[in-house]
């Protein structure tokens, strides 16, 4: 069974510019939940997807958006990038919501100059 | 609020001994969901075991051991006769409607 998969792996933008980032579930994972992850902050929540409804949303500013599709893919996308926008960002899918154990993605290391 | 707390931030062992990971989580829920996962060098993270509020058993999987006291709110992980691979980033996480990992513990066991 084919795991998480995230594209573009590494990405280096310039400050101002927007990003979109995209995440492949788990094949018959409805759930896909996205995360920061900085050396100071750990691991924060961004937003969860469900059925392609946004379940849960982290505390983050308006800049930082996702949808999900209907085949379960999702992306998120950030606008405006500032230089602490710099992260390594985690995508997770789950079979159901918040019940289920998440099986994480590779990860997209986000470089802002 | 949800929150997660692992207080050691990082631990070092030498190969063989044994080691316990603290977890201290905070919630009002009273339907919940706990959960560790490793992040190795490598940098993926890996779902290690799960607990639903309702179920105090304790559980063993070879060398590793949790125990959950919700008396105290802890969900500590034991790692018995540590090895070199087990060197990692250890997250102790908390699922009700929003998920919240804690700060980790950065184990680093040496040969």
């Known amino acids: 069974k084919a795991g998480v998969t995230q594209t573009p792996r590494y990405l280096i933008k310039t400050r101002g510019q927007q990003v979109t980032l995209s995440c492949s579930p788990i094949?018959?994972?409805?759930?896909v939940s996205w995360y920061q992850q900085t050396p100071g902050q750990g691991l924060q929540f961004l937003f969860e997807?469900?059925?392609?409804?946004?379940?849960n949303k982290g505390n983050f500013p308006g800049r930082f958006s996702g949808r999900q599709f209907s085949n379960s893919r999702s992306e998120m996308n950030v606008s405006t990038l500032e230089l602490g926008d710099s992260a390594l960002y985690l995508c997770?899918?789950?079979?159901?919501?918040?019940?289920?154990?998440?099986?994480f993605g590779p990860g997209t290391r986000l470089t802002v100059t | 609020a949800q929150k997660v707390t692992q207080a050691q931030t990082e631990i070092s062992v030498v190969e063989k001994e044994d080691v316990t990971l603290d977890c201290v989580y905070e919630?009002?829920?009273?339907?919940?969901?706990l959960f560790w996962y490793k992040q190795p060098p490598s940098g993926e993270l890996v779902f290690l075991i799960r607990?639903?509020?309702?179920?105090?058993q304790n559980e063993i999987s070879g060398r590793y051991s949790w125990n959950f006291q919700k008396s105290t709110s802890s969900f500590n992980f034991t790692i018995t006769a540590s090895q070199v691979v087990d060197s990692a980033v250890y997250f102790c996480?908390?699922?009700?409607?929003?998920?919240?990992f804690g700060p980790g513990t950065r184990l680093s066991v040496l040969p």
């Open positions: 997770a899918s789950t079979k159901g919501l918040f019940s289920d154990e998440q099986y």
């Open positions: 094949s018959g994972h409805r759930s």
């Open positions: 997807y469900f059925s392609e409804t946004q379940r």
């Open positions: 919630t009002r829920d009273t339907t919940y969901y």
């Open positions: 607990r639903n509020s309702f179920d105090e």
């Open positions: 996480a908390l699922n009700t409607a929003v998920k919240v």
